[in-house]
Every structure is written in C-alpha cells, then in structure tokens.
C-alpha cells in the first residue's frame, strides 16, 4: 500500500509519517529537502528560481513513485507529487513566478509522468490554520523558512483546500491538526490510527 501524508509547511506531516511507520511497521518516505540544491536560493529569489525548484522536486517525487510502485510491502510518504503540482506550482505561476513557456512545459512532463504512476491508497491530510504553521515553522529554525511572508502560507492553504476537496479523486482523510497533538498526546495520536484503521481495514473498507 501507498499512504501519502499531505499538508502546508509546518503541519506535521515529517512527525506523522515517522510515527506511523514506527507503530505500523511501514516503510517512511520523506521528501529531500534539506538535500534541495535550489531551496535557498528560491527563498532569496523566489521568481529567478521557481521553475528550478518545481522541476527539482518533479523530479525527486516521481522516482519515490516508481520506488513505491515496485515495493512489496506498504510506505507512508511525506507529501506528494499532486501537492507539488497542484499547490506549489500553481501558487507560483498564479504569483507571476513563472512564465508561461515554463509553466506548459512543467505540465506536460507531469501529465506524461501520470500515465505510468497509480494515486495513493489513501491521503491523510493535515489540514492547519496560519498561526499554527507559523508556530511550528519557528520552533523547528529552518534559517530559510524564517522570511516567508503571511500571504504566502495563507495562499497555499487555500490552493491546499481546493486542491483536496475539488480536485483530487483519491481517496482522502482529513486531520485538523489545530484541535490535536499526535506528536505529545498519546490519545491524539490513537484518533488518527483508529480512524486510518476504520478506513483501510474496516467493515466497509473497499
């Protein structure tokens, strides 16, 4: 199985995918970040390296596909290549970051990469209002994160929120992460592995 964590900068996503590997025995994915060649340098110069950074992650998200696709046993992934697409690369283009040239062209490289790849076999979205990403994004101390503008956070939650309740076909579960702590509260964290539980080995599961 393919279990993909979504969600903005700052929910969570990295701390549940370790936590659910560890209690279910699954195989953790995460995506490079730190090992990103073009990530400080998008958050110095945003429109210079745009199309850089989203063809980077394009990518590195679709060689995780490949590897999970061939995978015998089952891997929860920390974000995905629809968010990078869908959310990212729209934010982008929609911030005149992007040409267009630039833009059809990451495009078709994505919808041809669609044609050989499945979508998860559930997404679990941690879903997070701004004070809380800003929190979080703090307290961790990425010296690259630490500029982002308010803006930007709150235009990626709503590309998030269409992206997840318009767009995407998968199959879905969604975590408001402002209401729990799955990382510090033991009980928080049995609520979400019950309710992945009830909808991958339920009664009514497909």
Same mark, same amino acid.
């Given at each position: 199985?393919?279990?993909?964590?979504?969600?903005?900068?700052?929910?969570?996503?990295?701390?549940?995918?370790?936590?659910?590997?560890?209690?279910?025995?699954?195989?953790?994915?995460?995506?490079?970040?730190?090992?990103?060649?073009?990530?400080?340098?998008?958050?110095?110069?945003?429109?210079?390296?745009?199309?850089?950074?989203?063809?980077?992650?394009?990518?590195?998200?679709?060689?995780?596909?490949?590897?999970?696709?061939?995978?015998?046993?089952?891997?929860?992934?920390?974000?995905?290549?629809?968010?990078?697409?869908?959310?990212?690369?729209?934010?982008?283009?929609?911030?005149? $970051? #992007?040409?267009? +040239?630039?833009? !059809?062209?990451?495009?078709?490289?994505?919808?041809?990469?669609?044609? *050989? @790849?499945?979508?998860?076999?559930?997404?679990?979205?941690?879903?997070?209002?701004?004070?809380?990403?800003?929190?979080?994004?703090?307290?961790?101390?990425?010296?690259?994160?630490?500029?982002?503008?308010?803006?930007?956070?709150? $235009? #990626?939650?709503? +590309?998030?929120? !269409?992206?997840?309740?318009?767009?995407?076909?998968?199959?879905?579960? *969604? @975590?408001?992460?402002?209401?729990?702590?799955?990382?510090?509260?033991?009980?928080?964290?049995?609520?979400?592995?019950?309710?992945?539980?009830?909808?991958?080995?339920?009664?009514?599961?497909?």
């Amino acid at each position: 199985m393919h279990i993909a964590i979504a969600g903005n900068i700052g929910s969570g996503k990295s701390t549940l995918t370790r936590m659910l590997a560890l209690h279910y025995g699954w195989e953790a994915r995460f995506e490079a970040v730190d090992h990103n060649p073009y990530l400080e340098d998008y958050y110095r110069d945003i429109h210079r390296w745009s199309f850089n950074l989203e063809v980077y992650f394009l990518k590195e998200r679709f060689r995780d596909l490949l590897t999970i696709a061939q995978s015998d046993h089952t891997i929860v992934q920390d974000r995905t290549i629809f968010e990078g697409v869908y959310v990212f690369m729209q934010n982008n283009k929609a911030m005149g $970051n #992007l040409s267009d +040239r630039d833009y !059809d062209t990451y495009m078709e490289l994505f919808e041809q990469m669609m044609t *050989v @790849v499945s979508l998860p076999d559930l997404m679990i979205y941690l879903r997070a209002s701004v004070p809380h990403l800003v929190g979080n994004i703090q307290k961790r101390g990425r010296g690259y994160e630490q500029t982002m503008q308010l803006e930007y956070l709150e $235009n #990626l939650n709503r +590309r998030y929120d !269409d992206f997840i309740y318009k767009m995407y076909k998968g199959r879905v579960m *969604v @975590v408001d992460k402002d209401s729990l702590d799955f990382q510090n509260n033991p009980r928080d964290f049995a609520q979400i592995v019950d309710r992945i539980d009830s909808t991958l080995f339920g009664l009514f599961a497909p």
